[in-house]
């Protein structure tokens, strides 16, 4: 599954971008300021950085250089309202694969994302599980598995945040009548429909265990 550092201090647009790429099956973390998300890539490995330029502290620009000289080559595509040739030359001089200009069109970013990264078109893979977010369905050797909606449902999030704890208010966000206990029923049926292993982390929710 492939996750993606966004780094954009307007908090809608930020909020707009993750939600809809969570939906096609990328895990996407927030920093609203460079030296947030500079901190963040110390700690977790991505696939693809997405880059505001004048954000707080440390600009788009200086954060990709100073990732390029310390080795770090992940792909990175800058989104920003700067149209000028000068910040184009100087997108590409800090290290960028892509130079995206605001307003930009939704689809042809994801187009971009998609063929940087050569993600399959409409699945999440777990194992010799298949999502396929087109139709919304679980297949296991190119069968469809027959699963509660609900479940499905419930499945899905802990699958876009694989060796992630999702937070047990998520998750019950998803029930049609909330409860720990119904919460319980619905996790032991999707373990056994599925047979995936999914931990429960005491006080804080579920974790759908990395393969």
């Not at 927030?30 to 947030?36: C, M, P, Q, R, V």
């Not at 030359?89 to 130079?99: A, L, N, P, Q, R």
């Not at 704890?165 to 998750?171: M, Q, R, T």
């Not at 909330?178 to 999707?190: E, N, Q, T, W």
């Amino acid at each position: 599954m492939h996750k993606i550092l966004l780094l954009e201090d307007d908090e809608i647009l930020a909020q707009t971008i993750k939600e809809l790429l969570e939906d096609e099956g990328f895990v996407v973390e927030l920093a609203k300021n460079g030296e947030i998300a500079l901190e963040k890539t110390f700690n977790e490995n991505y696939d693809l950085y997405l880059l505001d330029v004048n954000v707080p502290f440390l600009n788009g620009f200086d954060f990709l250089k100073s990732l390029r000289d310390s080795g770090d080559e992940t792909p990175a595509f800058f989104i920003t309202a700067l149209k000028d040739l000068e910040s184009l030359s100087k997108g590409f001089d800090s290290g960028c694969d892509d130079y995206i200009k605001k307003p930009f069109d939704f689809d042809e970013l994801l187009v971009r994302i998609k063929a940087k990264l050569k993600v399959k078109g409409g699945f999440l893979e777990y194992g010799e599980l298949r999502y396929s977010l087109a139709n919304d369905e679980i297949l296991k050797q190119n069968g469809a598995i027959n699963i509660p909606h609900v479940d499905k449902k419930i499945f899905l999030e802990l699958l876009k945040n694989v060796d992630t704890i999702v937070p047990k208010e998520v998750l019950l966000e998803l029930l049609e009548t909330p409860s720990d206990v119904a919460l319980r029923g619905h996790i032991a049926k999707i373990k056994k429909l599925l047979g995936v292993e999914i931990k429960n982390i005491r006080a804080q929710g579920y974790k759908l265990e990395k393969l």
